[in-house]
């Protein structure tokens, strides 16, 4: 079936069986590569996405159900040269150590800052981190939260 993704920013039209998952879209047609198949099971958080703003399981999504703008890793937005906010909490924080689960992480991540959940670690129960990095992750939320309540720009 002939299908049209918005992915960050850019209109792709492909042909896809039925079943397809957004993530083997990504990856395989379009060669956007911070979704990663960790689990393919929705369980470690590895692919995460935005769908219309939103974190979704790419590995469970299928690219023909997807009509809003796909956002992953590469498209958050940033100022000129500088990191997205949560992308330059995360290294100052050192929250990453393999990177495997970094761009899922980050990506939910974006989605607690602006929903500015009250449990950081309920929120992000989904994202699995196999170097155990859970306390500087907390970390990179918690000032990329309060980098957000100071400023006028939206994440």
């Given at each position: 079936m ?8 850019r209109?792709?039209?492909l ?34 996405v ?19 703008e ?53 929120f ?32």
């Open positions: 002939d299908i049209s993704l918005e992915v960050n920013g209109t792709e039209r042909s896809v069986d039925p079943g397809v998952t957004l993530l083997d879209a990504l990856r395989e047609r379009l060669s956007v590569t911070g979704p990663k198949k960790g689990c393919d099971r929705g369980q470690c958080g590895a692919c995460t935005h769908v219309g703003g939103r974190p979704v399981l790419a590995c469970l999504t299928l690219a023909a159900t997807v009509t809003r796909v956002t992953t890793v590469e498209g958050l937005s940033a100022e000129g040269e500088e990191l997205h906010p949560v992308q330059q909490a995360f290294v100052d924080q050192d929250a990453l150590q393999c990177g495997f689960c970094t761009s899922g992480q980050i990506m939910s991540a974006v989605a607690a800052v602006r929903k500015d959940v009250p449990d950081v670690r309920e992000m129960s989904g994202n699995i981190c196999r170097c155990a990095a859970y306390p500087n992750i907390v970390a990179a939320i918690e000032q990329a939260s309060e980098q957000a309540g100071r400023s006028d720009a939206s994440l």
